[in-house]
């Protein structure tokens, strides 16, 4: 095929995926519409129906526009240079200097999340045709890679979205509302039109198999063991998940979540070469999977004898892993994994014997190589492998009759052993270190639960999953001994950072109308609401040493209104010793050093000075009798359910270290919006290589503060290192805090299987 030819179907392709695009957004607009007009007819509470009936009302109004305005950016941003002019258009004008120089607001900042976020769904349900969609345009451009704007992309398709939906009188509450139908018919609209296109591309003798090998398989220069296997988003030369830079793709926090969807799709594709019933039997990537609120039985999932198999080969190992594990002739760890995978073996070439059809016999043999190399893991200690041991029968049998656990990373039995093995996996390389025994007993309750209920398919992996995430928040807090005191320090610096801040919104509404010095206010609001937080921590709410900081504040606020009589005067200069007393004691209780206590007592004699020659009126005191009953009745004014902590008034947390208990306060570079959303995402119990203060190592994610603001990590040795959200996201982008694991188990475990079938697919059928 000539170059010419070759340029020209690439353009061709780009029309036809250009115009699937557009054809589709009238059908989007339709089903949107029909989901608004449904929320009208769901009961509510009165404020949520009236914000619904106000969103479809705007929906109704501009939703017409954004389906136009959505048509015309994804032309613009088909031409050459449309989405950089487009960028550049919008940089013009005269205050384009002074944007470039200030702060990215927060508007801008929930835009670029809401937009990662539908790329991230959009390519759930697309990656792999999109993977082969790419790999054609690239062979027909020579290319080695798509441009970061180009439409073909996610990410791009997500931002004309968003910024049609903006312009045309739309905004984020209505996002909201609608949030779930447009994910899921944006993801179906860009399927669709990457399908399509293929389909097209293949009409015309374009690469009819896409050769996976080279995803498959891990090479020298995808960084080693430090990095992700060669996938779709490294093999062309975009940067590997676990680098120490900024990835420059969309997207940096999902590539590990985008890699183990494409090693799903991988191992489908993979498989059905050889085993065509195989695919038949699994979801495809343009018609999303509807699961059945209750799975079929095993009876109808599969015939009788395969089921018998199963049933024989997982008594036969339980009751071999009991004598095993006898107290009288107790063996070895290594030796009854040794026994299990044996027994596993034989147990395999019995079951395909049983199975009935080709792709019955190819599930067992890709779940037993799943199994292979999860108990052939290492980092995780034998003794908790040889419960993952026991797992394999009730996995085959959730795999047989639910073909989605090979198309789902995120299937229920699938991320219950990711999740265990995640907490598992960091105690090997630690000197003399070991699994709790809380931690391996509920590991074990786990796995009897499991087995106990062999017919219920992913309801019960998807139970005890909600059971050991629950497990996790008490055994850190309340069992863990290298985390528990740590836990329970950065509690209280949660506790006292929400305080101070909501005890300065309602000491600001409080003394709006006050007539008093702005020094005095100022003291209050950022010195004085801080000391009332750490009392109320330190002592409780209500107790005495609260109580008294409370009348400070009272006595202060009087002390600095206008004194017009002889008689007031007098009284402050009798009051103010102790007073001084009380705000020293207060704000040394609060960590504030010596010198910059007497700062502040300073600017609070000049406000007070400053007092006594005031013309203003004075504060009547049926209005100070008031502010007391406020100031002692605080607490109830908070607002319930704990306020979320805005980044730009949590004061500097230095002063509440300890030898127990590390703040990071420095370190790593100011994170995009996908790094503070993957930062949100991490998940406690997991085990990471943390670089801070001249250490490098292990920790593990302990405790995650309220909205995931505070993010507790501990070493084995007890160490506590409490994060902040954005100095989370900056480590993480610096590379500063690597996740200890690439990727997921069961998706390396997925990779392994992967290449084994590569060398050898033979043994799919035999």
């Known amino acids: 095929m000539t170059a010419a030819r070759q340029q020209a179907l690439a353009s061709q392709a780009r029309r036809v995926y250009l115009d699937a695009l557009v054809r589709g957004i009238v059908q989007v607009g339709s089903v949107l519409g029909e989901a608004a007009q449904q929320l009208l007819l769901l009961p509510a509470e009165y404020h949520v129906a009236q914000a619904r009936r106000d969103g479809v009302a705007a929906w109704n109004q501009h939703g017409p526009g954004w389906q136009l305005g959505f048509a015309a950016g994804l032309r613009q ?43 991230l769904a959009m390519m759930d349900k697309a990656s792999w045709e999109f993977t082969d969609l790419r790999t054609r345009i690239q062979q027909l451009e020579g290319r080695d890679e798509l441009g970061t704007d180009d439409l073909l992309r996610a990410h791009v398709v997500a931002s004309v979205a968003l910024d049609a939906w903006y312009r045309s009188g739309l905004g984020s509450s209505e996002w909201q509302l609608l949030k779930a139908p447009l994910h899921l018919e944006l993801a179906q609209l860009l399927g669709g039109a990457y399908h399509e296109t293929n389909h097209w591309l293949i009409d015309q003798g374009v690469m009819p198999e896409v050769d996976l090998r080279p995803f498959i398989r891990r090479t020298a220069e995808s960084g080693g063991s430090g990095a992700m ?119 395999k070439q019995v079951l395909k014997q049983a199975a009935g059809t080709p792709a019955e016999r190819a599930t067992i043999e890709i779940v037993a190589l799943l199994f292979q190399s999860i108990l052939q893991e290492e980092r995780i200690p034998a003794s908790v492998r040889v419960w993952f041991a026991r797992l394999q029968m009730p996995v085959l049998r959730v795999a047989v009759s639910e073909p989605d656990f090979f198309a789902a990373a995120d299937h229920p039995a699938r991320a219950l052993i990711d999740r265990m093995g995640a907490c598992v996996m960091g105690f090997n390389t630690q000197s003399g270190s070991g699994v709790g025994e809380a931690l391996e007993r509920e590991i074990k309750r786990i796995v009897q639960v499991v087995e106990a209920y062999p017919d219920t398919g992913r309801r019960v992996f998807q139970t005890v999953l909600t059971e050991f995430e629950k497990f996790l928040d008490n055994y850190f807090e309340n069992e863990n001994q290298a985390s528990m005191k740590g836990v329970s320090l950065a509690q209280q610096v949660e506790q ?271």
Do not use: C
């Open 77 to 119: 941003a088909a031409s050459p240079g449309g989405v950089s002019d487009a960028r550049a258009a919008a940089a013009q004008g005269p205050s384009s200097l002074t944007a470039a120089l200030s702060l990215v607001d927060d508007d801008t900042i929930e835009r670029e999340i809401i937009a990662s976020r539908l790329a």
């Open 229 to 347: 296997g060669r996938g779709p988003s490294d093999a062309a030369g975009e940067t590997p998940f676990m680098a120490r830079q900024v990835a420059p793709t969309e997207l940096q926090r999902s590539q590990a979540s985008a890699a183990a969807g494409e090693v799903m799709a991988l191992l489908q594709r993979v498989v059905s070469r050889q085993v065509p019933g195989f695919a038949a039997a699994t979801p495809t990537s343009h018609a999303p999977t509807v699961l059945m609120s209750q799975p079929p039985s095993l009876e109808q999932a599969r015939p009788s004898r395969l089921a018998a198999a199963m049933h024989h080969a997982q008594e036969a190992m339980h009751r071999r892993s009991q004598a095993a594990s006898a107290p009288d002739i107790e063996l070895p760890a290594a030796q009854q994994l040794e026994e299990l995978n044996a027994r596993s073996q034989a147990f």
């Open 496 to 766: 006292r950072e929400t305080l101070a801040i909501q005890y300065t919104i309602e000491l600001r509404k409080m003394l709006n109308e006050v007539p008093v010095q702005d020094g005095v206010r100022e003291f209050l609001f950022q010195v004085w609401a801080d000391v009332l937080a750490v009392t109320a921590v330190r002592t409780a709410a209500h107790s005495e040493e609260t109580k008294a900081m409370k009348r400070a504040a009272a006595d202060l606020i009087w002390s600095a209104s206008a004194k017009v009589s002889r008689e007031e005067r007098a009284e402050v200069i009798r009051r103010l010793p102790p007073l001084l007393k009380t705000l020293r004691d207060g704000m040394g209780q609060a960590g504030l050093p010596a010198s910059k206590q007497d700062e502040q007592i300073r600017a609070l004699n000049n406000s007070l000075a400053a007092a006594f020659t005031a013309k203003a009126a004075t504060i009547p005191r049926e209005r100070l009798e008031e502010l007391m009953d406020q100031l002692q009745a605080l607490e109830a004014l908070l607002p319930e359910g704990g306020l979320e902590i805005n980044e730009s008034l949590v004061r500097d947390l230095s002063g509440h270290e300890s030898e127990d208990l590390e703040v990071v306060a420095e370190g790593g570079s100011t994170p995009t919006p996908a790094m503070l959303a993957w930062a949100r995402e991490l998940q406690v119990g997991s085990w990471y290589m943390l670089d801070y203060r001249g250490r490098n190592e292990a920790v593990q994610l302990a405790w995650r503060g309220m909205r995931h603001q505070l993010t507790l990590f501990v070493s084995p040795q007890g160490r506590g290192v409490l994060f902040q959200l954005s100095r989370l996201a900056a480590f993480l982008q610096a590379g500063l805090l690597l996740p200890a694991q690439d990727e997921a188990l069961t998706v390396k475990a997925t990779r392994n299987a992967l290449a084994k079938l590569d060398a050898d697919p033979s043994r799919l059928l035999n």
